[in-house]
């Protein structure tokens, strides 16, 4: 007997077609003597419904009462759930994030998970029973409703997990793994069978959008053993190689081991210089602390080399989202930082090359630039970590860029055409 | 300073650019000093579309979850409503039946309303908060989230008004009071400025649809007086003269009692015959006791005088959508009951004549009687109250009989054409 989180995304819940097959699913897990929670999210669409809703009746809404609303999408998911693992032939309840409790901070709309109570949930385990959670809500001092922030559900679902201490938590979403790349850009990605924390996080930072970044950085906390499957592909889910698992470093063996994990995209950036920065100490906090009081995330920063004047050129980029919102911040601390021009850029692209493997291998970043040379692309920017070295290039040569360095790093199928 | 309930129907929250109409409503009121609490049903269609949902996920849904699935609906309208009464300058929260909490019984799908703790709501209003709470929903022992039945938004907003101790408890609907009779079938029925409580339930038992039949029974016994009144026409509300006021019968004095309040319609019953049953004791007790066990409401009875064989016909209405199963429980009893035929017709319609004045006055069954036989109307059935004459006729004869009973009773308005 297993402990085990199932979670299911809009896609998997939307209509009681779905959900029924859903309900499927996990009497597979139940029949197989597991205790199982099952985590939900709302309808695919209902979320957008709801919060369209909040907007619409105020543009600055109280994020109390957009908590209460919201998370009703989670709550009608639950209760149907609920009844649809009956019909199967399932004992099975609802836990709304109040009645467990899910306790979270006050910091509604985004709220961070505490302490989950368990013992009443475990009490009803042991009785066969199926706990049906509704996703991305919890419940703040006992006294009001709390979400998590858009795509919570994932983390409610690694919470979960953890609290219960599971063996395994399985996130059911519409792609059947995490891949060495986007398959649509390469179509001799590969599927990874295991995947560490770090390396999804990277992945997921940089946009390989499978799971919540918040919920791999609990996982990694927690050492929750997540894995990525698919809702729509029917197999033994104790089968090792359906899905993607995301580990801890120790349990991915050296046989196993890849210098580099996987390459990643992200046309979601804005590249903006500051011209003519005077050279002097103080400057640079001058630009970034602004941004950062704004909530801004910079993320690559390159200073280029001195001008005989005495200034310099400053170039970062910061989230597309955010630059109309940077560029206004930049502009009222123009007399404080002391530059000439901004220029901004949004047909820019990140892209990453991701593995623990370049821990211990030098040449992986010359690797890089030399292929990326090679083709002709020009690097804007660069920016590294242990396990990652990200380059900025030109919007245009991001598929080029992703398909020479997943040749380049030996990552393409052998298999595929 | 007075303490007021506002309750809002379905179509007066359809749509966020409604639910800024309610919000307006209700600013005027805490404009005008008082303390409010807003009772809030779902949008319209959206329980239809969740009890849709459930039936579709399992026949045989379980109660519990199903309460989980349709409270999910007045959770939204509330939290919406309580954003935009922020958003036009009224200091407003949610409350959910949990949070109050509004304590009910366990009887999920149709509770029972028990105590409100008002503590915190009081110290709320006391802050010149505006209480949102949405109707329709409870909790079970602090545990389970329930509901009251269809319609219960109505007992809710009743509840509240007695739990706070309101002065007035103002129920909004598409219509701007209760008529002395359905005005699509009578042009010149009148509105009454009030009507009193027992009035109003044989009013809306017998197909007068402004309030829920249990809101006004509730309202009686805990004496709230109640208004009935249109969310879609402008005016003061404290002018008395504004749609209908449900009261004791001490506060309607003798200049404004009339002998008859109102002519009531009811086109949902089926008559069931049941011929040469033996006429010896306890063959009456065995057709109406599995009748009764099978929860089906009989109303007007009528035993004909019994044949010279020893043998009689007894005739009762039940509500035209148990018929079927009416007629299977009396099939399944026909030996124990001991009877000929079964006949039955949904092709009548009870027509009642409705006002605490006939207590002291004689006549008024006669001059029906007489009216309806002059018009030719036949009367198949007759069952009286003390404030209530109603007869059962052939349906097509509806309209002509409500309209004939309206100008024999003086009811018909002087200014209207």
């Known amino acids: 007997m297993a402990r085990i989180v199932m979670k299911f995304g809009g896609t998997s819940m939307a209509g009681i077609e779905r959900i029924r097959n859903v309900a499927a699913r996990v009497k597979r897990e139940v029949d197989a003597g597991n205790q199982v929670a099952v985590v939900v999210s709302a309808m695919a669409g209902e979320t957008d419904r709801l919060v369209g809703f909040c907007r619409e009746a105020s543009s600055l809404y109280d994020a109390k009462e957009y908590d209460v609303v919201v998370s ?59 706990a049906v959670i509704p996703g991305f809500q919890g419940v703040a001092d006992g006294q009001r409703v709390t979400t998590l922030g858009r795509g919570g559900s994932d983390t409610s679902a690694v919470a979960m997990a953890a609290a219960m201490k599971a063996d395994r938590c399985d996130i059911y979403t519409d792609v059947d793994g995490v891949y060495t790349t986007d398959p649509r850009i390469v179509p001799r990605a590969r599927k990874l069978s295991k995947v560490t924390y770090e390396e999804m996080l990277e992945l997921a930072s940089v946009g390989a959008k499978v799971l919540q970044t918040r919920s791999v950085g609990l996982a990694m906390k927690e050492n929750v053993r997540v894995r990525v499957l698919s809702s729509f592909e029917d197999g033994d889910t104790n089968d090792g190689h359906r899905g993607t698992l995301i580990v801890g470093e120790e349990e ?39 941004l950062a009081d704004a909530g801004i995330n910079v993320d690559m920063i390159v200073q280029n080399v001195a001008h005989s004047t005495g200034s310099t050129d400053v170039t970062f980029t910061v989230p597309a989202a955010d630059l109309a919102r940077s560029l206004d911040v930049l502009d009222k601390a123009k007399d404080a930082i002391g530059y000439a021009t901004i220029v901004h850029d949004t047909r820019v692209a990140k892209v990453s090359v991701v593995g623990v493997g370049m821990r211990s291998h030098a040449g992986v970043a010359s690797t890089m630039f030399t292929t990326l040379g090679e083709r002709g692309i020009n690097i804007q920017a660069i920016a590294t970590s242990e396990i990652k070295v990200s380059v900025l290039i030109e919007e245009d040569y991001t598929e080029l860029a992703v398909r020479v360095l997943h040749t380049a790093y030996g990552l393409d199928a052998e298999d595929a055409a």
Chains 1, 2 share one sequence.
């Open 72 to 130: 009703a999408g989670e709550q009608i998911t639950s209760g149907l759930l609920a009844i649809a693992l009956q019909a199967a032939g399932c004992k099975a309840r609802s836990w709304l994030g109040w009645q467990l409790p899910i306790n979270t901070s006050d910091a509604h709309g985004s709220a961070r998970i505490g302490e989950i109570d368990t013992a009443a949930l475990d009490a009803s385990l042991a009785d066969g029973v199926v």
């Open 252 to 290: 991915i063996d050296d046989m196993e081991r890849q210098l580099i994990t996987g390459i990643a995209h992200d046309k979601n950036e804005a590249k903006i210089t500051l011209t003519q920065v005077s050279d002097r100490p103080g400057s640079v906090a001058a630009i970034f602390a602004p």
